[in-house]
């Protein structure tokens, strides 16, 4: 059996070059790329693309810029296929859905004959081209959402009533149909948890094309954690990195306070970081780490970032100025998968603790690799993190209370190991990439599809009117 991944914004490379540095550059990648190799390590009999954008320009590893490669110690049976579209610069998520049409006619082009026999489709842009793909081929396909644009215009709307504007940069006209369209054509939608199924695909904006009630389109598949990257065991290359952070920050005794998302607004740093200022507690238990990809000194080089970085990581030094805590908070620059896994093993030692603040997380997977390395998670309760930690497994906060997260994190530190070995435990037994590709593969072994099925005609990428409607009558 031959699988593609259908993926085509962020793009894959052999060293995750870009990974976490820009938004289109994040656990979507992760997701794609463990569970492709983890199907091509289990089932010796399939075939397994990602198939991603080709690009180049300057800053970008050059390897975008090659149709295929394949990933060391992988087995060949893998390979990322690049697939030009539109020009030959990155474009941002946001402004590739025009090309996406192109990009599915020049995917057909590549696979001339030989077409795969299943797709996984990955975000809205790619369900639209495997729709499109349904209708060109009738390869059958399962869509996996992992963010819908609807929540994200519902939390964007409160602070921007003009959808004009929004619509300028997000172009949710365009997403939000081409996720009706992935959802209404997919033969399995999965989901990484039951709250995700029903509380996003609810929405009004989509209820007219998916019927949530409906078992037999719906696959609840947990991700998983990378276990031989994320796990306890201090290897010379994490001894090497230990030497790093004590030459940099000194033999700290304390506990750390660990905030490691990308910087972008929805994952809601600074109320960690008022939080800690705001407790004078928390302030003499632990200090306060946040990892930053690329900056040696955030203090110095903010100013270097894009706009949007920019103006978050300038409201967390403003407020580390404000409540003089310059000594008590680190940062560090973390330049792969491997180090942010040893920076944890390092910070587990000290019992330290792991904080999400997200609005809202989908799934939640950076706190379960955090976990599986030993430290204790304190996440948001909106969203996966409350399916994951239910039953007292992890410790859940809401994110718009200083007051909950400082309390929160005060709990992590003071019951360090009970909560420490509960996580570790629980990724094991539920959260491996191994799990999740099995789950892939039952999915798609048991869901033939239906190759008549590409008898449909699609409406155009606008979903403009429908969401004007939605939007008054709220
Ligand atoms: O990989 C980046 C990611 O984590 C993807 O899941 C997705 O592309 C994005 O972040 C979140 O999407 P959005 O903010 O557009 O809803």
């Known amino acids: 059996m031959h699988i593609i991944f259908l993926n085509p914004q ?17 656990g979507q990648l992760v997701y794609v790329k463990e569970i492709s190799k983890a199907l091509v390590e289990q089932f010796p009999d399939l075939k397994v693309d990602i198939v991603t954008r080709r690009f180049k320009g300057d800053g970008w590893s050059s390897e975008f810029e090659k149709e295929i490669s394949y990933y060391p110690g992988v087995s060949c049976r893998l390979r990322i296929v690049r697939i030009p579209c539109g020009n030959d610069s990155f474009l941002r998520k946001e402004l590739l859905w ?59 709307y409160k602070k921007e009533p003009d959808f004009n504007k929004l619509d300028k940069w997000y172009h949710f006209s365009k997403r939000i149909q081409a996720e009706r ?19 996003q695909y609810s929405h009004p904006l989509y209820h007219d094309v998916v019927d949530v009630e409906m078992a037999e389109k719906f696959a609840v598949i947990s991700p998983g954690v990378n276990t031989s990257l994320f796990n306890q065991i201090v290897d010379e290359k994490d001894s090497a990195l230990f030497r790093r952070i004590e030459k940099k920050w000194g033999e700290t005794k304390k506990p750390g306070i660990i905030l490691s998302s990308r910087l972008d607004d929805k994952k809601n740093h600074i109320s960690a970081v008022r939080a800690y200022a705001e407790s004078k507690e928390l302030q003499q238990k632990a200090s306060l780490g946040i990892f930053i990809r690329g900056m040696k000194n955030p203090y110095e080089e903010v100013g270097k970032l894009p706009d949007k970085e920019r103006i978050i990581l300038q409201s967390i030094i403003d407020e580390i100025n404000r409540y003089h805590l310059r000594e008590k908070v680190f940062f560090l620059d973390l330049t792969s998968q491997k180090e942010l896994a040893g920076a944890y093993k390092y910070f587990a030692l000290k019992h330290s603790v792991f904080v999400l603040t997200a609005f809202y997380e989908p799934f939640g997977l950076a706190p379960i690799e955090a976990g599986a390395c030993g430290l204790v998670p304190v996440t948001t309760k909106n969203g996966g993190p409350s399916d994951i930690f239910k039953n007292d497994m992890g410790i859940l906060i809401d994110p718009a209370d200083t007051e909950d997260i400082a309390r929160g994190i005060t709990k992590a530190l003071e019951n360090y190991e009970e909560y420490a070995d509960k996580v570790i435990r629980l990724v094991k037994e539920k959260y491996t990439w191994a799990k999740t590709a099995e789950g892939y593969y039952r999915v798609i072994s048991n869901t033939p599809g239906n190759s008549t099925e590409k008898e449909f005609d699609l409406p155009e990428l606008d979903a403009k009117e429908l969401i004007l409607k939605y939007l008054k009558s709220l």
Do not use: C
């Open 10 to 26: 962020g793009n894959f490379d052999q060293k995750d070059s870009h990974l976490t540095e820009h938004a289109d550059f994040g």
């Open 98 to 156: 025009q090309h996406i049409p192109e990009w599915t006619d020049n995917i057909i082009r590549f696979y001339r004959n030989q077409l795969p026999d299943y797709a996984t489709a990955h975000y809205g842009d790619g369900g639209y081209a495997a729709v499109l793909l349904k209708k060109k081929t009738g390869i059958p396909f399962t869509f996996t959402g992992h963010s819908l644009g609807a929540q994200k215009l519902d939390k964007l």
């Open 181 to 199: 369209l992935s959802l209404q054509y997919a033969d399995i939608i999965i989901t990484s948890t039951d709250m995700e199924r029903y509380k």
